[in-house]
């Protein structure tokens, strides 16, 4: 079976060359038009891919087109239907070169083909996939391919159980901040990194404010497409990171913000399972990267690969946030996420003056903690990418108050609920729990740990039944009862501590049902 080969970069200082072959002549030669859909050695034109995966929330769409665009024969295949991916559908359609398989996978699809393009949380077991490695077809993700075809650029890869998507995105402000040429991707909803590729630029920047560091220098942030040398920024979850094990590359500067139980339901339990896709984070790093830690990751990095780690590892936490330095985003867990990326943009030979400006105007990101608007007295926060009990704990102790409407619950994740049941009595006045196997979960845990509080103090525990509102099965349900209980001086606060599967089509739906209907609300006068 043919395969995509490279021409590998002899430059020890970055991961390889993004190299366009020139643009096609005005004469359309078979010359001219393989040059056109030609990067860094590695020519499209012709090429067999199935695109697995297409859901308009996801990254395939995005792929697909990138890869008809440069004259790959391409099948987009999925396991939902026509109807359910109708938006998906109706922009593929348009490519003469994209047919279809919906409904399911299909084996043949994953036969006599030059590359797959796997979706991220594709099965670890997947049969299909299974048959595209015993017909020797190579796998990859948008992700992997993206770095095969730009392999000069310096890539920062953040990874952890939370915190990511803000040390990710305060890694580019301070970055832009710096006038440095920097791109997203990876978990960054809605861009895909392929069509990175496609705004090249091959003459260099002539910034001024090019900053020497270990690993080369960048130019401005405000010229368009991925150069050598550009820095790109990719948030990085397990399930990506499992591309990262097949191409066996990590990032020349990680980040692994913390380890804890996730995702459990989909590794069955298996928390070595678990770190073992988030250890290619730094698995195949080379002498001279670096990986910054923080201690439950470092704590779980010695318990697995002592001894291993090839690159030079830094553990850093809150402590070390600069005392004379003030903070837009709430929480000491963000002091943390903070120090992550101020010890990642110093690796790259960032100032101490432009994180500073950067980090003291940085807002945030939106679902994580994000304030949605005061109205009547009662505050507004969107946390609904805090799908784990660590996180929504973090949530409840940032807003360090005792009047908390709490939003949470969900479909399970095969997490452990004991903590946060302690936490929510003391700061919640009131829960309102979605459908879902988590709710029963923290339900029980909850009951437990007020009848053990009961028995210790020989009073009854502050939070009781009449406060907890369960069952409920849409978010307008969930905002009206809220509104009801809420009094000036209240926070309603949607942190789920789930995953929002069933009621939602996932958790930005989920946050986006939340903000738009806090945003209806009249003020009373």
């Known amino acids: 079976m043919r395969s995509l080969k490279q021409t590998r970069s002899q430059n020890p200082a970055a991961s390889g060359v993004l190299n366009l072959k020139g643009k ?12 056109k859909h030609q ?22 769409v995005q792929d697909a087109e990138f890869l008809a665009r440069h004259g790959a024969k391409v099948v987009a295949t999925d396991t939902k239907n026509e109807k359910d991916l109708k938006e998906s559908v109706a922009r593929l359609k348009r490519y003469k070169n994209i047919s279809f398989a919906l409904g399911g996978h299909h084996p043949r699809d994953f036969k006599n083909k030059d590359l797959i393009i796997r979706a991220a949380g594709a ?39 939370k915190g990511k998507s803000t ?28 069509p990175l590729l496609e705004k090249v630029n091959p003459v260099r920047s002539r910034a001024r404010d090019s900053i020497a560091s270990p690993f080369g220098t960048a130019g401005a942030a405000t010229s368009n497409g991925v150069k050598d040398g550009d820095i790109v920024v990719m948030e990085l979850d397990s399930w990506k990171l499992q591309g990262f094990r097949d191409a066996k590359i990590s990032p020349r500067v990680a980040v692994f913000t913390n380890f804890y139980r996730d995702h459990l339901n989909y590794y069955k ?33 010695q318990k697995y690969y002592k001894g291993k780690v090839k690159s030079n590892i830094v553990e850093t936490s809150k402590k070390y946030f600069p005392k004379s330095w003030h903070q837009l985003i ?38 994580r903690l994000e304030f949605v608007r005061e109205i009547n007295g009662v505050k507004y926060y969107n946390d609904t990418t ?57 339900l029980h845990k909850l009951r437990n740990v007020c009848d053990c509080h009961s028995r210790e103090s020989g009073n009854p ?45 996932n958790e930005f739906d989920r946050g986006e049902q939340f903000c738009e209907l806090a945003n209806q609300i009249r003020k009373v006068f």
């Open 24 to 35: 096609p002549s005005s004469r359309t030669s078979a010359t001219a038009m393989r040059r």
């Open 39 to 60: 990067f860094a050695e590695v020519s499209l034109l012709g090429k067999k891919i199935t695109v697995m995966g297409i859901n308009p929330e996801g990254r395939g």
């Open 123 to 161: 099965p670890l077991n997947s049969i299909y996939l299974k048959e595209a490695k015993k017909n020797g077809i190579e796998i990859k993700t948008d992700e992997t391919l993206f770095l095969k075809l730009a392999p000069k650029i310096i890539l920062v890869g953040v990874t952890g159980t």
């Open 167 to 194: 040390v990710t995105h305060l890694i580019y402000e301070v970055l832009k901040q710096a006038r440095r040429r920097v791109f997203l991707a990876g978990n960054v909803r809605g861009q895909a990194a392929l």
């Open 269 to 301: 339990g298996d928390m070595k399972k678990y770190f073992s896709d988030k250890s290619n984070i730094f698995k195949y790093q080379k002498n001279g990267d670096m990986l910054i830690a923080g201690k439950s990751a470092k704590d779980a990095i």
């Open 330 to 367: 709430l929480g000491e867990h963000n002091k943390e996420n903070i120090v992550f990326a101020v010890k990642a943009c110093e690796t790259l030979g960032i100032s101490k003056k432009d994180i500073k400006k950067a980090v003291e105007s940085f807002k945030g990101v939106p679902g």
């Open 386 to 442: 805090a799908t784990t009990p660590e996180a929504a704990i973090a949530a409840l102790r940032a807003l360090n108050s005792r009047n908390v409407i709490l939003l949470a619950g969900g479909a399970d994740k095969n997490l452990d609920y004991r903590e946060f049941a302690k936490i929510i009595p003391k700061f919640a006045k009131t829960l309102i729990l979605f459908k879902g196997e988590a709710s029963d979960k923290l």
């Open 461 to 505: 525990a502050r939070f009781d039944s009449k406060k907890i509102h369960k069952d409920v099965s849409s978010m307008k349900e969930a905002v009206r009862v809220a509104q009801k209980q809420a009094f000036r001086g209240d926070i309603i606060l949607l942190s789920p501590a789930a995953a929002s599967f069933g009621i939602f089509k």
